[in-house]
């Protein structure tokens, strides 16, 4: 079902191009990153179905991005709701629909990385059934450490 915010229905579509400005700012707020506009255009080349946003009136307020790795598994890039928008289902909205797009393409596993420190992130992927896999010791630029987490499907 279509979570109701406070400002109206949130609608879950394929990113497209035009979203790029909009999915720039979540990605700089959110996940503290700047990356160049070609890595969304490739994004998109590589796996259009797993890139999705949560649109709010026409207005990107979330999104998850995507793509399958040679073996047949999905791998959750990029995955952030603006902070104001949080805790009002708009993560599980877009989460429920990349997992059917997944079942739709037949893929057996999808894999992502978080901080360690990322408690909100880490329990919102428990409840969806992924489990911590190992620890990836200074995965991030500034030192941090990453779980590798898996869900089976
Ligand atoms: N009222 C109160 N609480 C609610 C409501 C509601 N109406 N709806 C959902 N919730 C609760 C859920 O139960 C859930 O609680 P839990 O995590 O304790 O189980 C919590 O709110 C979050 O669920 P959603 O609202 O569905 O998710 P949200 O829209 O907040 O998005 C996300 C989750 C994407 C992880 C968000 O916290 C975020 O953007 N974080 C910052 C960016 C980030 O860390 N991204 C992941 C990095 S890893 C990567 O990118 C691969």
Redesign the pocket.
Known sequence: ME?NVRFGRVNVRPFVPNDIPAIATIVRE??RENYPTSLYIDIYGWWREGFLVADLQGHPV?FIAAVISSDGQAR??????T?R?????????M?NEFLRVCAMRGLRRIE????TS?D??I??YK?YGFETAGVLPKFYTDGEDGYKMIRHL
């Not at 959750?76 to 709701?81: E, K, N, R, T």
């Open positions: 979570p959110a996940l979330g959750i890039l990029m995955f952030a709701v902070a928008f949080r805790r009002q289902g708009i993560g599980s909205h989460m992502l990385e978080v901080r990322n909100e992130a329990r919102f409840r």
